[in-house]
Nanobody, 113 residues
Framework: QVQLVESGGGLVQPGGSLRLSCAGS????????MGWYRQAPGKQRELVAT???????NYADSVKGRFTISRDNAKNTVYLQMNSLKPEDTAVYYC???????WGQGTQVTVSS
């Protein structure tokens, strides 16, 4: 059974930074393609960033240059470093494992002054 547990969300001012973490279990983590998605109120869930087992990354245009996805296979954890945060980044952020389609419970990120 795959379990993904996100942490690190919170309230931050515009221009600030946060780092999200997603700890995975029940999978061979080092081979897994992991992703971060987000869903704002009244909007569809959207891709933020993905990282393959080999470390190749992909980003939504809206976060390129501000967000960085990374992974630590020894800790079975994927991270999302978010810098220069904007109010429009406010959403619930979800971790995803592509092969099984598993999702975490989500963590709220609110960017507001």
């Amino acid at each position: 059974q795959v379990q993904l547990v996100e942490s690190g969300g919170g309230l931050v001012q515009p221009g600030g930074s946060l780092r999200l973490s997603c700890a995975g279990s029940g999978i061979i983590f080092r081979f897994a393609t992991m992703g971060w998605y987000r869903q704002a109120p009244g909007k569809q869930r959207e891709l933020v960033a993905t990282i393959t087992g080999a470390g190749s990354t992909n980003y939504a245009d809206s976060v390129k240059g501000r967000f960085t996805i990374s992974r630590d296979n020894a800790k079975n954890t994927v991270y999302l470093q978010m810098n220069s945060l904007k109010p429009e980044d406010t959403a619930v952020y979800y971790c995803n494992e592509r092969f099984t389609g598993s999702w975490g419970q989500g963590t709220q990120v609110t960017v507001s002054s």
